[in-house]
């Protein structure tokens, strides 16, 4: 048998728990060692105890753990404005990286995690979970080999209501930068709801490790919490080979719906509502397809990451597959700089078992007849929203970009 694969924990709470308890829930296979945790605040931890009784050592920062340790492995659950330079630091030190989604705050950053991991000879997986999937992979495979046809319009619609708490949850929850001016660029788009609406450039990709690139994108982007930020946004992307990508998104709603998909070609049409439904596809001769729940095994991210660190798994989704992502993300954000906020008639401030949250009233009939039809809320008329800038990538280098 091969030797454990030494792992270093970075960040322990939120995300983070979640692979502590999958690793100590697993750590008699004798397939990996946790060499040490990283994190400012591991009292944050519902696994801390254990953790402790098992003399695993716990450190402010990377930097502390890497001046007397090595790990193979590296996973980085930490908030988005630190992923590249924890991942780059971690590279340095002769680490591989599972680094949680999204990939960074903006391209620059990811571009330079690029540089690192290439000068490192090692390699980064980013954490969108659905790309690990057996449903998304054999969905890619056909495309790939052009059952579908081609692709013409990828549309997803997505409201899922949070509480007050979800933005006083930490320091960093639904800012556009921190107190340093670091870009944080916390929204639907770039954390709850990334996985969505990267699923769309990824199936799209030319390869099983590549994504399309997005080249033009324009949005509107809206607020009804106290928030840096937007809490709810549309927003419609062409890409590379002329495909219309269409996404809704929104924290502010009344009710959770979603994910609702529809990725369009022209031989037949794949579709899923909900978040643990089954992915399925009718084609042109009326059969239909079921490639299974995406969400069935969320963590198989982890275990291909360490079979990737014995060379026995290719990586699915590293940071050239998930760029393309944060650069339609820095694209929705310098098409509306400055954030709409709801008119303050249509907030309503809900209380239920001690618990708030705001919800906009009309705010799920417009973003459900939007993506019924394909447009923007301007485009229909909504005395509320008005557009955004077209933003083209072809040639986006750094966020924000300079018109």
Not at 8 to 26: A, C, D, F, R
Not at 57 to 71: D, G, M, Q, T
Not at 328 to 352: V, W
Request: contains cysteine; charged residues 25%.
């Amino acid at each position: 048998m091969s030797k454990p694969i030494s792992i270093v924990l970075v960040g322990i709470s939120g995300m983070g728990s979640v692979y502590v308890q999958e690793l100590l829930e697993k750590r008699e296979s004798g397939k990996f060692e946790i060499k040490g945790a990283v994190d400012p605040w591991p009292e944050r931890c519902p696994h801390l105890v254990e953790l402790q009784k098992l003399d695993i050592p716990i450190f402010k920062s990377l930097e502390k753990f890497y001046k007397k340790n090595r790990a193979e492995l590296a996973i980085i659950s930490s908030p988005i404005h630190f992923h590249s330079p924890q991942t780059q630091l971690a590279l340095s030190q002769g680490s591989h990286v599972l680094c949680e989604k999204p990939i960074s705050a903006t391209i620059q950053e990811a571009r330079g995690m690029i540089k690192a991991k290439e000068k490192a000879g090692k390699w980064v997986a980013i954490g969108f979970q659905w790309s690990f999937s057996t449903a998304i992979q054999e969905l890619k495979k056909d495309i790939l080999k052009g059952i579908f046809g081609k692709p013409r319009l990828l549309r997803c619609l997505y409201l899922w209501p949070r509480e007050k708490s979800y933005y006083l949850r930490n320091d960093w929850a639904g800012k556009k930068c921190d107190s340093q001016g670091n870009w944080i660029l916390d929204s639907p788009m770039n954390n709850a709801m990334a996985h969505d609406l990267h699923n769309m450039f990824y199936i799209l990709g030319k390869k099983r490790e590549e994504s399309i690139l997005p080249l033009e994108v324009e949005a509107e982007l809206f607020r009804a919490y106290d928030i840096q930020n937007f809490d709810s946004g549309a927003a419609r992307c062409l890409t590379e080979k002329g495909v219309e990508i269409l996404f809704y998104a929104s924290h502010a709603s009344f009710n959770d719906c979603g994910p609702i998909f529809s990725y369009e070609f022209s031989r037949g049409a794949v579709f899923g509502r909900g978040r643990n439904s089954e992915i399925k596809a009718r084609f042109e001769d009326g059969s239909v397809k079921n490639y299974g729940c995406p969400e069935s095994r969320p963590l198989q991210k982890l275990w291909d990451a360490l079979r990737s660190v014995r060379g026995k798994k290719d990586i699915a989704c590293g940071l050239e597959a998930a760029m393309s992502q944060t650069l339609c993300l820095n694209g929705i954000q310098d098409s509306m700089p400055e954030i709409m906020s709801f008119p303050k008639k249509l907030l309503h401030l809900e209380e239920k078992e001690g618990k708030q949250r705001i919800w906009v009233e009309g705010l799920d009939e417009v973003f459900k007849q939007c993506y019924e039809k394909c447009l923007l809320p301007s485009e229909m008329g909504v005395s509320w929203s008005r557009k955004g800038r077209k933003i083209s990538l072809t040639n986006y280098k750094t966020f924000p970009c300079r018109l």
